[in-house]
């Protein structure tokens, strides 16, 4: 069974929003920090926010002002909320899981989520 699933993908014009969610399973666990990735067609996977298990985070530049990560503990789910979206937004966005066991890192990947941003 799918232990990180993500959702909230789509097609938006220019300037709209979305929000993207991921949920984990419990299985996973404990979860030293949590983010989101995307690729473009023909172009590598690139983060696009991140956040620990401590609340810090941390964006790309092309995204900084526009997107905004968070999390919701008790409901063991992440979200992306995406603003200003533009083309080049454009890209499978991933939702990655990150554990740490006695410095034994363990990353988990969900399906990702298609976001295209077209007129």
């Known amino acids: 069974q799918a232990q990180l699933v993500e959702s909230g993908g789509g097609l938006v014009q220019p300037g709209g929003s979305l929000r993207l969610s991921c949920t984990t399973s419990?299985?996973?666990?404990?979860?030293?920090?949590m983010g989101w990735y995307r690729q473009a067609s023909g172009k590598q996977r690139e983060l696009v926010a991140g956040?620990?298990?401590?609340?810090?985070?941390n964006y790309a530049d092309s995204v900084k002002g526009r997107f905004t990560i968070s999390r919701d503990n008790a409901k063991n789910t992440v979200y992306l909320q995406m603003n200003s979206l533009k083309p080049e937004d454009t890209a499978v966005y991933y939702c990655?899981?990150?554990?740490?066991?006695?410095?034994?890192?363990?990353?988990?990947w969900g399906q990702g989520t298609q976001v295209t941003v077209s007129s």
């Open positions: 419990e299985s996973i666990f404990p979860i030293y920090a």
């Open positions: 956040i620990t298990s401590g609340g810090s985070t």
């Open positions: 990655n899981a990150r554990t740490d066991h006695y410095n034994h890192i363990r990353d988990y």
